[in-house]
């Protein structure tokens, strides 16, 4: 499985060629298909961030296939809401954990 990649940051190019680095936020794998969720990685918590959902090969870790390279636009709008409820999950417990700590 790719968690190991949870937390990383991984540097993509732009169409016009800048580097952009992302943080991967979540990873899992769907039917034999490993996929990624990332967000820009200079975003401040005052701003919106842009969920990015990418598809990834684990046996060669440089290969993202960007949402243009995807043949299926329901796979990428199925995938988006299973990372979306994975993450609020998330943060909804992250969330939970502080409030208890006081």
């Keep these: 499985m790719d968690e190991y990649l949870?937390?990383?940051?991984?540097?993509?190019?732009?169409?016009d060629?800048?580097?952009?680095?992302?943080?991967?936020?979540?990873?899992?794998?769907?039917?034999?298909?490993?996929?990624?969720?990332?967000?820009?990685?200079d975003v401040s918590l005052d701003e919106p961030s842009e969920l990015l959902i990418m598809k990834h090969d684990p046996e060669d870790e440089d290969v993202l296939l960007a949402?243009?390279?995807?043949?299926?636009?329901?796979e990428y709008d199925m995938m988006y809401q299973i990372f979306c409820e994975r993450l609020d999950e998330a943060w909804e417990e992250e969330d939970?954990?502080?409030?208890?700590?006081?």
């Design 67 to 74: 949402v243009d390279a995807w043949d299926d636009e329901e």
């Design 6 to 15: 949870v937390g990383s940051v991984v540097p993509l190019e732009d169409e």
């Design 96 to 102: 939970g954990e502080e409030g208890g700590e006081e």
């Design 17 to 41: 060629g800048n580097e952009i680095e992302f943080t991967v936020l979540d990873a899992l794998e769907y039917e034999g298909v490993h996929y990624l969720a990332l967000e820009k990685a």
